[in-house]
Every structure is written in C-alpha cells, then in structure tokens.
C-alpha cells in the first residue's frame, strides 16, 4: 500500500512539475497588446516577481519561477512591457527563450 501511495506522489509530482510553464503561457494567451492592463496581467498570473520603471514611461513586469524537477537551478521567466497608461505593449520574455 505503501509503494503504491510513493507511487502516486511521485507522478503527481512529475506531472505538476511539467505543468509548471504551459500554465503561464496558457494563462498569458489571454493577455492581448493595446488591451490588457497591468492589473489585469497580474489577476491573471498573480504577483510579478519584479517591476522595473524605465525612464521613458515603459513598465517591465517579470514573472520568474524555478524551472522545476527537470532542469534544476534554472529560472524560468515571463516578462510584459507595459507603456505609461498601463497597457500591454508586447511580451518581452518567455519561458521558451533560453
């Protein structure tokens, strides 16, 4: 019974692991330029990770979560440009890009 509890744990572990990013590029297949706000963007995958302000107007939002069980020590990020009224202006990372 035992082995077959560790078993369950561990494909259930795996299959969370391997979720992990298609679930922040499905979520953000929701976020369109010239429409979606930052608040919306952020409803939608939860606290950024960091902001950064540039001096032009433009918002960086990042999103950075541990790549998971198969590749260890590394980061996968998400990043969105938003522009000074707060709209998305494009996507400028994702976890694909290595």
């Known amino acids: 019974m035992k082995?077959?509890?560790l078993a369950f744990l561990t494909t259930a572990t795996l299959a969370l692991a391997a979720c992990e990013d298609s679930a922040v590029?499905?979520?953000?297949?929701?976020?369109?330029?010239?429409?979606?706000?930052r608040a919306q963007a952020?409803?939608?995958?939860g606290p950024p990770s960091s902001v950064y302000q540039a001096a032009n107007?433009?918002?960086?939002?990042?999103?950075?979560?541990?790549?998971g069980l198969f590749r260890p020590g590394e980061t996968s990020q998400y990043a969105i440009v938003f522009g000074p009224d707060d709209k998305?202006?494009?996507?400028a990372a994702t976890p694909d890009q290595r």
Not at 25 to 37: I, K, Y
Not at 57 to 67: D, F, K, L, M, Y
């Open 57 to 67: 107007g433009e918002t960086t939002v990042s999103w950075a979560r541990r790549a």
């Open 42 to 45: 952020i409803a939608v995958l």
């Open 88 to 91: 998305m202006l494009r996507v």
């Open 3 to 5: 082995s077959l509890a």
């Open 25 to 37: 590029e499905s979520d953000s297949a929701h976020l369109t330029p010239g429409v979606t706000t």
